[in-house]
């Protein structure tokens, strides 16, 4: 069996799409308000693979929809990629600590099998 090819690491990717942008002299067009609209958009196409699906159809993706999903995750993970890397934020960092923020807000005691918002978990803690 062929040995399985090592993902490139987070940094190795923000330089590659880094690369991709600069041999094509994209920097001009690539500020933070033009990548996060584009990043929109890219989201929205990625809903749109979902649209009309059941919950059940939506996790039952034939290969067809699994690979236009792919390529929606793919656009949507560049683009912001690129984003955190023009504006300079280490990404890796800012999501660990946003999920530190996150278990404070939704405790284990009070978020388990809940889809409450923070606030509703708080106040309904209260009562």
Request: with cysteine; charged share 30%; aromatic share 6%.
């Amino acid at each position: 069996m062929p040995a399985r090819k090592k993902p490139p690491s987070w940094s190795q990717l923000l330089l590659a799409q880094r690369r991709f942008a600069e041999a094509r002299d994209w920097q001009p067009f690539h500020t933070p308000k033009n990548l996060a609209m584009a990043l929109s958009v890219e989201a929205a196409e990625l809903v749109e693979c979902f649209q009309w699906l059941t919950p059940e159809q939506s996790v039952r993706l034939g290969a067809r929809e699994r690979r236009a999903v792919e390529q929606e995750l793919a656009d949507v993970l560049l683009y912001l990629l690129r984003l955190s890397d023009v504006l300079g934020v280490d990404l890796p960092q800012a999501a660990r600590r946003k999920m530190a923020v996150n278990a404070r807000k939704y405790p284990v005691a009070l978020a388990r099998g809940s889809a409450r918002r923070a606030a509703a978990l708080r106040q309904r803690s209260r009562v």
